[in-house]
């Protein structure tokens, strides 16, 4: 497909179990973030790869959460012992290349995975 | 640090009414400013995006924003609006890496 993929596009899990939420990005681009939406946080910055470096991890919110990148394309993010508080969409987003400062910089946005613990 | 604020949480509009969403940021460098749509079940859509040049910015969907550096704001204004536009609306701004800062976003009714 031409655009960001995300799976699943729902996930429900029990507290204290491990989840991996996948997102394929639109081929070619370099650079990659992951980003969650919660009621009560709003939209956060949680992690950017480029290539399959991630230079900034700074919005992880626990060592819970770990992502990786392969063969610089799709990215998986893992969230171990969940907890219920972990509850929100999950959204994946690429770019053709990163930073800030150049015209290249639109993200385009998969749909998200909704993560509900119970 | 960098931040964006929406102040308004709400907004209610009739159709056809023009339409102002406001957003303040506070960047110590140079601001990289956009403004994206969420509608209901939909992904976020980039409207429109400032790095440099001219203070007024056009995008799609027939909204334009502009910033105002003295002011520290990038509103984001659409002269008449369409039930479609009813949605929520982001304000962000984005630092070296690209990565974005998010506003808490402005979710707008649409009267008919």
């Known amino acids: 497909g031409a655009g960001v993929s995300q799976s699943p596009s729902n996930k429900v899990t029990e507290k204290g179990k491990d989840v991996e939420l996948r997102c394929d990005p639109i081929?070619?681009?370099?650079?990659l973030y992951w980003y969650r939406q919660s009621l009560g946080q709003g939209l956060e910055f949680l992690i950017y790869?480029?290539?399959?470096?991630?230079?900034?991890k700074s919005g992880l919110p626990s060592d819970r959460f770990s992502a990786e990148r392969t063969g610089g394309s799709v990215s998986t993010l893992t969230i171990q012992r969940t907890q219920q508080e972990d509850s929100a969409v999950y959204l994946c987003?690429?770019?053709?290349?990163?930073?800030?400062?150049?015209?290249?910089?639109?993200?385009?946005f998969g749909p998200g995975t909704r993560l509900t613990v119970l | 640090a960098q931040s964006v604020t929406q102040p308004d949480i709400h907004i209610t509009v009739s159709e056809g009414a023009s339409l102002e969403l406001r957003c303040n940021y506070s960047?110590?460098?140079?601001?990289?400013l956009f403004w994206y749509v969420q509608s209901p079940g939909q992904g976020l859509q980039l409207l429109l995006k400032?790095?440099?040049?001219?203070?007024l910015v056009q995008g799609i969907k027939g909204f334009e924003a502009e910033f105002k550096r003295s002011q520290s704001s990038f509103n984001l204004r659409k002269p008449s609006v369409h039930w479609s536009d009813a949605a929520e609306y982001f304000c962000?701004?984005?630092?070296?890496?690209?990565?974005?800062?998010f506003g808490a976003g402005t979710q707008v009714v649409v009267t008919p």
């Open positions: 790869f480029q290539g399959n470096s991630a230079p900034d």
């Open positions: 962000a701004v984005s630092d070296s890496w690209g990565k974005l800062q």
């Open positions: 987003a690429s770019s053709l290349a990163g930073g800030g400062r150049t015209t290249y910089n639109e993200q385009f």
């Open positions: 081929s070619g681009h370099t650079a």
């Open positions: 400032y790095f440099s040049g001219d203070t």
């Open positions: 960047y110590g460098a140079t601001p990289y």
